[in-house]
T-cell receptor
């Protein structure tokens, strides 16, 4: 049972480079999220999606774009990476019919921008 | 946004009991979550409270007072493996309850 899978797990980028973080979930969840986690800042929501073809901005969306072309996948893009985007990125998902909206996280992607 | 406050760090000894507090803004409340996160790993769900009172689940219990905007996580019979960060989270106001806002987490260190 894979749950939420993120790739890559580790990546080093040069300033100005672009990259895409891939997230896949096999739980048929409607909602998907991208969070970043930084020391002293906690988990902060970047973008989220409440269904295939829809996305919405979270607390810290600047510098990121997302796409949800398929229900099971949620992609996070960095068009021009900056050192301030050095962080741990967590993808997560939850089920629409779960009244608690329990969120399940992937294992994280460590990104360093130099 | 939703202001969530929890202590930054706590220490305790193996076998002891520890209480981790969390306060939040009360307007638009729709439940409070506790997650556990070990270093270098993903957060995992611990508990959910939507009504006042204590919810017990093995060694872990979670308490909620909606009128006071206050919750705590109680860990009994502490074990070394309980050393982790504990995150309090609530849905942000006017979010449609489809997202969660997390506190900065409380790092718990359990010593022998």
């Amino acid at each position: 049972n894979a749950g939420v899978t993120q790739t890559p797990k580790f990546r080093v980028l040069k300033t100005g480079q672009s990259m895409t973080l891939l997230c896949a979930q096999d739980m048929n969840h409607e909602y998907m999220y991208w969070y970043r986690q930084d020391p002293g800042m906690g988990l902060r929501l970047i973008h989220y999606s409440v269904g295939e073809g829809t996305t919405a901005k979270g607390e810290v969306p600047d510098g990121y774009n997302v796409s949800r072309l398929k229900k099971q996948n949620f992609l996070l893009g960095l068009e021009s990476a900056a050192p301030s985007q050095t962080s741990v990125y967590f993808c997560a998902s939850s089920h629409l019919s779960d009244t608690r909206n329990t969120i399940y996280f992937g294992e994280g992607s460590w990104l360093t921008v130099v | 946004g939703q202001n969530i406050d929890q202590p930054t760090e706590m220490t305790a000894t193996e076998g002891a009991i520890v209480q981790i507090n969390c306060t939040y803004q009360t307007s638009g409340f729709n439940g409070l979550f506790w997650y556990q996160q070990h270093a270098g790993e993903a957060p995992t769900f611990l508990s959910y409270n939507v009504l006042d009172g204590l919810e017990e689940k093995g060694r872990f219990s979670s308490f909620l007072s909606r009128s006071k905007g206050y919750s705590y996580l109680l860990l009994k019979e502490l074990q070394m493996k309980d050393s982790a960060s504990y995150l309090c989270a609530v849905p942000p106001r006017n979010s449609g309850y489809s997202t969660l806002t997390f506190g900065k987490g409380t790092m718990l260190l359990v010593s022998p």
